[in-house]
């Protein structure tokens, strides 16, 4: 028939991306079926397991005494679970987080990293540590490192404000105030003492040590806030891809959405680097990655590098928390271990094709 | 009552005047050529007439004042086709000609906008490459992507920025006439900025010429271009021949008085 042109196939794309959607699911949860067997502590895997239970149903499960012994139930519930969850967490929004700015800036090297805002967070955090100022008292490391991704996101866009919302003045604007953090985290590694800067260093590797149920907690309610938003507005993403005057033709209000996507974005990203450090490399391979596969519409492309993100971040923490015994390399540098060789490999054989 | 009727549009990059009290109207199944030298204002009056830009001035869709309607109302009768210089989103040319049903869009795709997508492929004679990846189109299957796009949108009015630009021979000629039975046929309105000035004296019903942002001229091609007016617009002089009816512009040399001088 004369109207079926490209039904077919697109309904076969639609299918697929369910299928990818639903693999990825799959291979996440088999992957935190592992990881929660994972650890220093060395439980046999049932006894993991049956603690998680233990922990949900007090009543309904019976311990074995030499689980009491170990306090199985305290090191999965302590240690290991929130960690996982966290990894999930923040591997999720970090890859939405770089599909959405690499969708609004039309741009494949956008991503928190290179837009300035971890290394803001970054400068924030060697703020706080190395000359004790800061905002949130107690919590100064965090709070600091917050308020300055936020303070670096709120720049960009009052220069692109200035200049004309383009999305290379964007990208120009976050490029001169990631060498600027940079600059200024620098200076204060040269004025610190060698402690400080050592946990400077250690900060800005990216790690989930520092996880716990009250990060977890306020890191899932911000991005459990902000996904559904950025679901509900994925084909004003889909359009502004097409440029700015096609999707201003299209009826989008361009200037206004760049600046909430790219608000939702930061916020995102802002949340979840200020607990773990600069974790930059999965905001900007998780979209590609996904893209390479399944194709860019928003809709599906953003829930998919999603989870692409969730599972690498907790596949690099598994492998980060084993590959040397005893010691636990930093997530941050385990990702690009992992996601590099990987990205690269994809990025090779696409040329070929 | 006219499809489209512009009255006094001036238009200003910030302080430098683009557009000065241009005025034209434009009825439904007819082509208008837009014309004139580089930098006289073609593609800033499309956006205009998109209000991709803001002008001032009266500016009436089916007699509706356009300041007045929203994005999507707009984007629901006009369509715009910007010029094709790079190459467009690495998605299929299905969700590429999708894209033009955004303004009817719920979150899914409805079966009504899979037909109408499927439709415009077939009207421009792409369907056969539906699922290839529209950033590795050539010029000719691009331009005619967007087009399709255009007419998913189900716009009453498309605004092409010079379709013809980056196309060879054959297929300028295919996509002016397309144009044209778009017009003939569907009874659409056609307002497209063109260089080539005997493409647009072939295909459309009438012309405006731009020159410094003004209307210096608008007619039918026959009236319109003649040795005068390429003098003045151009500064170029030219012998202006008469191929079955249709004035075919022939170039001969740079006037004396130039047109740096005016």
Redesign the interface.
């Given at each position: 028939m004369m109207t079926d042109f490209g039904r077919q196939e697109y309904a076969r794309l639609t299918e697929k991306r369910a299928l990818f959607i639903a693999a990825l699911i799959l291979i996440l949860a088999a992957l935190v079926g592992v990881a929660v067997t994972l650890g220093s502590a060395n439980l046999p895997v049932a006894d993991s397991y049956l603690a998680i239970l233990a922990g949900l149903f007090p009543e309904a499960v019976d311990l074995p005494d030499r689980m009491v012994e170990s306090n199985a139930v305290g090191i999965v519930w302590g240690w290991r679970l929130h960690r996982v969850l966290f990894a999930i967490v923040a591997g999720f929004g970090l890859a939405i987080a770089g599909t959405v700015m690499q969708g609004v800036l039309r741009n494949p090297l956008a991503s928190p990293f290179t837009l300035g805002i971890a290394s803001a967070a970054s400068c924030g955090a060697s703020v706080a540590i190395i000359l004790g100022a800061g905002f949130l008292s107690g919590y100064l490391v965090i709070g600091n490192a917050f308020l300055f991704a936020m303070l670096a996101a709120g720049a960009i866009y009052g220069m692109a404000r200035l200049k004309g919302m383009g999305s290379e003045t964007m990208i120009l604007a976050g490029i001169a105030l990631m060498y600027l953090f940079s600059a200024v985290t620098s200076f204060l590694q040269y004025l610190g003492t060698s402690e400080k800067v050592q946990e400077v260093v250690f900060w800005m590797f990216g790690s989930l040590d520092k996880s716990s149920w009250p990060k977890l907690g306020l890191v899932t309610v911000v991005v459990v806030a902000v996904v559904p938003l950025l679901l509900w507005r994925a084909w004003d993403l889909n359009a502004l891809a097409e440029g700015d005057e096609t999707a201003k033709s299209l009826g989008v209000p361009v200037e206004r959405s760049m600046a909430g996507f790219m608000l939702a974005a930061s916020l995102v990203t802002a949340v979840i680097i200020c607990f773990t450090g600069t974790i930059g490399f999965i905001g900007l391979v998780a979209p590609h990655i996904t893209r390479m596969v399944i194709g860019a519409d928003h809709r599906t492309l953003i829930p998919a590098s999603g989870l692409v993100g969730a599972v690498i971040l907790l596949g690099a923490d598994c492998l980060a928390r084993t590959v040397i015994p005893g010691a636990i390399i930093p997530v941050g540098i385990m990702t690009a271990f992992l996601g590099i060789p990987f990205f690269v490999y994809l990025f090779m054989r696409r040329r070929d094709a | 009552m006219p499809l489209l009727r512009v009255q006094g549009l001036s238009f200003s990059y910030r302080d430098r005047r683009v557009l000065t009290d241009v005025s034209f109207s434009l009825e439904r199944g007819e082509v208008l050529g837009v014309v004139g030298p580089n930098g006289s204002g073609k593609t800033t009056l499309l956006?205009c007439l998109?209000r991709?830009l803001d002008p001032e001035g009266d500016v009436r869709l089916d007699g509706r004042d356009l300041s007045a309607m929203?994005?999507?109302e707009?984007?629901?009768t006009?369509?715009?086709v910007?010029q094709s210089g790079g190459a467009?989103?690495?998605?299929?040319?299905?969700?590429?000609v999708?894209?033009?049903r955004?303004?009817y869009?719920r979150?899914s795709v409805s079966e009504e906008d899979?037909?109408k997508?499927?439709?415009a492929?077939?009207l421009l004679g792409i369907?056969?490459f539906?699922?290839r990846r529209a950033d590795r189109l050539s010029g000719g299957e691009r331009q005619r992507v967007l087009i399709a796009r255009a007419l998913a949108?189900d716009a009453r009015l498309l605004l092409l920025d010079e379709p013809t630009s980056a196309l060879d021979l054959r297929n300028q000629i295919e996509v002016m006439a397309l144009l044209r039975r778009l017009a003939d046929e569907r009874r659409l309105a056609v307002v497209a900025a063109i260089h080539d000035l005997n493409l647009a004296a072939r295909y459309c019903h009438r012309i405006v010429m731009l020159k410094e942002g003004r209307v210096l001229g608008e007619g039918a091609p026959s009236s319109l271009l003649t040795g005068e007016m390429m003098r003045a617009v151009y500064g170029v002089e030219a012998a202006v021949k008469d191929e079955m009816g249709v004035p075919y512009v022939v170039p001969l040399r740079p006037s004396d008085d130039g047109v740096e001088v005016v």
């Open positions: - | 956006r998109d991709i929203s994005r999507t707009i984007a629901r006009i369509a715009y910007p467009l989103n690495p998605v299929t040319v299905f969700e590429t999708l894209m033009g955004r303004p869009l979150w899979k037909r997508v499927s439709e492929l077939s369907g056969g539906a699922s949108q």
